[in-house]
């Protein structure tokens, strides 16, 4: 089994920064792709950044040019660094992972607030 463990939100203002991480852990996996997702109070979880394990990144329009995805593979750790953030950007965010091996493993961590304020 594979174990993601999300840290790095919480509280900040309007034009703010934060990096949220996920790393990985548990059993010996190979995966495909690592994403972040968000769902916002009375919304549906949203893709919010995808990156393949060849380093290929793609983000939903609301967050292009502000939230960069990357990977330390050597820590099994995935990053979400944000920036510029708006209120929109509240939500409990979800870092989520794919895997061949296990085959077709798919694995969620238990979520982490970002609250953005004005």
């Known amino acids: 089994q594979v174990q993601l463990v999300e840290s790095g939100g919480g509280a900040v203002q309007a034009g703010g920064s934060l990096r949220l991480s996920c790393a990985a852990s548990?059993?010996?996996?190979?995966?495909?792709?690592m994403a972040w997702y968000r769902q916002a109070i009375g919304k549906q979880r949203e893709l919010v950044a995808t990156?393949?394990?060849?380093?290929?990144?793609n983000y939903a329009d609301s967050v292009k040019g502000r939230f960069t995805i990357s990977t330390e593979n050597a820590k099994n750790t995935v990053y979400l660094q944000m920036d510029s953030l708006k209120l929109e950007d509240t939500a409990v965010y979800y870092c989520?992972?794919?895997?061949?091996?296990?085959?077709?493993?798919?694995?969620w961590g238990q979520g982490i607030q970002v609250t953005v304020s004005s």
């Open positions: 548990g059993s010996t996996f190979v995966f495909t792709v």
């Open positions: 990156i393949t394990s060849g380093g290929i990144a």
């Open positions: 989520n992972l794919r895997t061949v091996v296990p085959a077709f493993g798919q694995y």
